[in-house]
Structure formats: structure tokens, C-alpha cells
């Protein structure tokens, strides 16, 4: 293995990774319990370039051995390959499809959600999540968020995604129970929209 791999793989990940991971999966179930807030993340990754720190915990906290995970071109890289082989030991898919969960880095690279895992009629659990790096989360607002755990409408202020992302989404919520789930990061934030939340407006 080159330097350079063994440099990506060795970056420390969590301090501590119970504690960590733990830290993390609390504020991913406050994002995904409260849609369309975004969330500071509090055990951001150091984790090689494209990898942002929010996405880099969120990938540590949830990716394991079982659950392939796709990488976007910007993430196909020797260094990314290899942190996430050294931390989590989950293999990487070629297939969109065949991925529990997807890492984009380039909102310009989203597949189109209707091609993923979107669950089975009789185990809708068994779909992909969504995490997407876009450029802010509290850009100017553009729509509101309604659904379960809003009281009654969060501001949309997500930038960056691709302009065919709204139907998809809307497809995406007619399809429930089944249906992918979506974690947006930018930087140290993370914002979740479940499959049961409306973007409107």
C-alpha cells in the first residue's frame, strides 16, 4: 500500500469511536425527527479532501460491514476508498442501486432517485439513504418543508441540488412506505429529510 493510502486510512477518525458514534447517531435521529432543521454536528471527521466532516461522522456512525455504500466520482478516490475500508469495513458498489447507503460529494453527480434501493413491499426498511455535500442549508428560502415532526412548515433554504431534484423528491414521497431517505450536509451541518417529508412551494 502506498503512503498515501496508509496516510488516508490512518487518519484518526472519532477520538473515541463509542462515544463518537454515539454523539452522532443522537444528532442524525434530532436531524431526520426534525426535518428540514439543520443540525450541527458534534464529532466532525477529519477525512480526506471531498469528504466533508459532517458527512465523514454520519459515514462512520451508519456504514458497516453489511451495507455497500457508492461513491460519486468526486469520492472514487484511493484516499476516500481507503478511510472507509480501514474504519468501517463496508464494501463499495459500482451499481447505484445495489448501495445501502450513497456519498455524493457533487450534487451535479446525484443519480436520479427513482433508480435506487427504494425498499420492498414487504420490508420497506431495506432502502438507500441519501448523503448529498450541497453548497449551504441556509441559502435563500426557496419552498417549505411540511410532514411529520414539523409543527406546521419549516423553511426550504437548501442550495445546490439539481434542478430535476423536487420531482424526484415528490415521486419519492408517493412511493411511501417505500422510498430512499435523505441526509444533506454542508461543511459541520446536517439536515435530514425522511421520505415522509413534502417539499412545497
Not at 129 to 134: H, S, W
Not at 138 to 144: F, V
Not at 149 to 159: K, S, V
Amino acid at each position: 500500500m502506498s503512503a498515501i493510502l496508509d496516510s488516508a486510512a490512518l487518519l484518526p477518525g472519532f477520538a473515541d469511536p463509542v462515544l463518537g458514534s454515539q454523539s452522532v447517531f443522537r444528532a442524525l435521529l434530532e436531524a431526520m425527527s426534525r426535518p428540514g432543521r439543520p443540525v450541527t454536528c458534534p464529532q466532525p471527521v477529519a477525512a480526506p479532501e471531498r469528504l466533508g466532516p459532517a458527512m465523514a461522522a454520519a459515514a462512520l456512525t451508519l456504514v458497516d460491514l453489511d451495507t455497500p455504500v457508492w461513491l460519486d466520482p468526486a469520492l472514487s478516490t484511493a484516499a476516500v476508498q481507503s478511510f472507509l475500508r480501514f474504519h468501517t469495513g463496508a464494501p463499495l458498489a459500482d451499481d447505484p442501486a445495489a448501495a445501502a447507503f450513497l456519498l455524493v460529494a457533487d450534487a451535479a453527480a446525484l443519480p436520479r432517485l427513482g433508480g435506487l434501493a427504494l425498499g420492498e413491499d414487504r420490508y420497506p426498511d431495506r432502502s438507500a439513504t441519501l448523503l448529498v455535500e450541497v453548497a449551504a442549508l441556509d441559502g435563500p428560502e426557496a419552498g417549505r418543508f411540511t410532514g411529520p415532526g414539523i409543527a406546521t412548515a419549516e423553511p426550504a433554504r437548501i442550495a445546490g441540488l439539481p434542478g430535476w431534484f423536487r420531482e424526484d423528491w415528490a415521486a419519492n414521497g408517493a412511493a411511501y412506505p417505500l422510498g430512499i431517505d435523505l441526509l444533506l450536509t454542508c461543511g459541520d451541518r446536517m439536515l435530514g429529510l425522511p421520505r415522509t417529508t413534502r417539499w412545497e412551494g
